[in-house]
């Protein structure tokens, strides 16, 4: 069963004087274990398909099913929970909680998801290890190193056990040595784990990691390669 089938997706901004067309008529598929580049000039999408992809908003028109669930079908609740159950994330300036450590912010999915702290504990622990910060549990967000702060934002993402992880530009707020160990890391999860990985990026090189890439133009598929 696909991770991820899109139909026709559209999505329109209708909070402005004038109705956005951000996505106009979006059609894929991600099967499980899929790692693909989502590539585009600004503006033309590429946010606004991670968020519908990963359960952050609703389409305006279209069909969207998240592991064969149509979303369409979930009330708010559900959708919620799938995301949280289902779905990590990866963001460019990492979005870690300034107030807890690395094993405290690595842990909080679990902790969310009403796993005893104990045993989010231990994933975390286990998972910080596996992307080498293990040295760095006890450490805050503001004590580490960009590349640092990036592979624990890459554990939290994943120590749920999700289906999917959705990146948006993981590598852009890196130097291009961070860069490149943060896109081997993911590119390692996702063929150790087979966690199916969708990322938006303008870097040439983390598009060349990819199994495939989809580009957008305008809100419209440009091609799949
Ligand atoms: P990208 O990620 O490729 O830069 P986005 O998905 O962020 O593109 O944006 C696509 C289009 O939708 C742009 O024209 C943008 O200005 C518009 N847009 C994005 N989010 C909103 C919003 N919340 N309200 C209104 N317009 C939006």
Redesign the pocket.
């Known amino acids: 069963m696909p991770i991820i089938v899109a139909d026709a997706l559209e999505?329109t901004?209708a909070?402005?004087a004038a109705p956005?067309?951000?996505?106009r008529g979006v059609s894929l598929s991600l099967e499980k274990g899929d790692f693909v580049a989502l590539t585009?000039?600004?503006?033309?999408?590429?946010?606004?398909?991670?968020?519908l992809c990963g359960a952050m908003d609703r389409p305006s028109k279209g069909r969207l099913t998240i592991e064969g669930q149509d979303i369409a079908a979930l009330d708010d609740d559900a959708l919620t929970r799938l995301r949280r159950d289902r779905i990590g994330f990866v963001f460019q300036f990492f979005n870690l909680l300034p107030t807890l450590t690395i094993a405290d912010n690595i842990a909080l999915p679990c902790l969310l998801a009403g796993m005893p702290a104990r045993q989010a504990e231990a994933k975390a622990q286990a998972l910080a290890t596996r992307v080498g910060i293990g040295h760095r549990l006890g450490h805050y967000p503001q004590q580490v190193s960009g590349g640092e702060a990036q592979r624990a934002a890459i554990a939290r993402a994943l120590v749920h056990s999700p289906a999917l992880l959705i990146a948006?530009e993981p590598t852009g707020n890196l130097d291009s040595a961070n860069g490149a160990t943060v896109l081997a890391l993911l590119a390692e999860l996702n063929r150790d784990l087979g966690v199916t990985m969708l990322l938006?990026t303008h870097a040439v090189d983390v598009a060349a990691a990819a199994h495939r890439t989809i580009r957008?133009r305008d809100?419209r598929l440009e091609e799949a390669a």
């Open positions: 999505k901004y909070e402005g956005v067309p951000a996505l585009g000039p600004s503006g033309c999408g590429k946010s606004t398909l991670l968020h948006d938006a957008l809100g």
